[in-house]
């Protein structure tokens, strides 16, 4: 679970988000709990399938650029 401002060596599955901001303006304001990850995308438990390099996202009133994520999960939490 998400706790710390250092997002690249977090767990992100579990964490309930907003996005504050995104190309496709349509998104902003969505909010969800992410129930999977990928290399590009975000699941949410509402359906939505969000690019993480196209959005930015608020976690515990910690906002993250999601070009800082655009990795393997397993991976981003190893370095």
């Given at each position: 679970?998400?706790?710390?401002?250092?997002?690249?060596?977090?767990?992100?599955?579990?964490?309930?988000?907003?996005?504050?901001?995104?190309?496709?303006?349509?998104?902003?304001?969505?909010?969800?709990?992410?129930?999977?990850?990928?290399?590009?995308?975000?699941?949410?438990?509402?359906?939505?399938?969000?690019?993480?390099?196209?959005?930015?996202?608020?976690?515990?009133?910690?906002t993250?650029?999601?070009?800082?994520?655009?990795?393997?999960p397993?991976?981003?939490?190893?370095?």
């Amino acid at each position: 679970m998400f706790k710390s401002k250092n997002a690249k060596k977090e767990e992100l599955i579990g964490s309930k988000i907003e996005v504050v901001n995104a190309d496709n303006k349509s998104l902003i304001g969505i909010k969800g709990k992410i129930i999977d990850e990928t290399k590009n995308m975000l699941i949410l438990d509402t359906g939505k399938k969000l690019i993480k390099t196209q959005v930015k996202i608020k976690i515990n009133e910690i906002t993250i650029d999601g070009k800082q994520l655009a990795s393997r999960p397993e991976d981003r939490i190893k370095k």
